[in-house]
């Protein structure tokens, strides 16, 4: 396994939207191991996605177990493959960091409640409902598949955004 290097803002290959995964392989399997020791090895890291290591295809890992924001309910590691967000329900502003924004924080609204559909590593269908600061990361980990950052949504860069000490 190995840590990957980590693309960061404003390198413009963030903006680049992923494409489907239609193999789910070995070779899939030992990349996804990579990028989830590359989740981990960062500062707190609840997710990741595979484009901000360079690899344009639709999946993110999910892990809010170590998270002090995260509610009990949570599903621990969720590998998702094509994901696709299926439900929203409610709004709520929370404060979120991107291994890709390495300074800043931001202020950012998300649905409240989803429910997800994907694959796992292994090929099968996998329904999530998500809450909280899980629904947060999956939907901040989503959006870099369609090349969005949560800089994208800020409300206002001067009222929403804050350097990290
Ligand atoms: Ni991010």
């Not at 990349?31 to 960062?42: K, N, P, S, V, Y």
């Not at 590998?79 to 924004?101: A, D, F, H, K, M």
């Not at 989503?142 to 206002?156: E, K, P, Y």
């Amino acid at each position: 396994m190995a840590v990957l290097p980590i693309l960061t803002y404003p390198d413009p290959r963030l903006k680049q939207v992923s494409e489907p995964v239609e193999r789910i392989d070995d070779e899939l399997r030992a990349f996804i191991a990579d990028l989830e020791e590359t989740m981990r090895a960062g500062p707190a890291a609840v997710g990741i996605a595979a484009p901000q290591v360079g690899r344009f295809q639709r999946i993110v890992i999910v892990d809010v177990s170590g998270a002090r924001r995260a509610n009990p309910d949570h599903h621990g590691r969720m590998v998702l493959i094509n994901p696709e967000i299926t439900e929203w329900e409610g709004l709520e502003v929370g404060r979120e960091g991107c291994l890709s924004v390495p300074d800043y924080t931001g202020k950012v609204v998300r649905a409240r409640r989803i429910t997800v559909r994907a694959l796992d590593e292994h090929g099968r269908a996998r329904e999530y409902r998500c809450t909280g600061y899980e629904a947060r990361a999956v939907q901040h980990e989503v959006d870099h598949l369609d090349g969005i950052l949560f800089l994208d949504r800020l409300v206002s860069r001067r009222a929403d955004l804050f350097r990290r000490r």
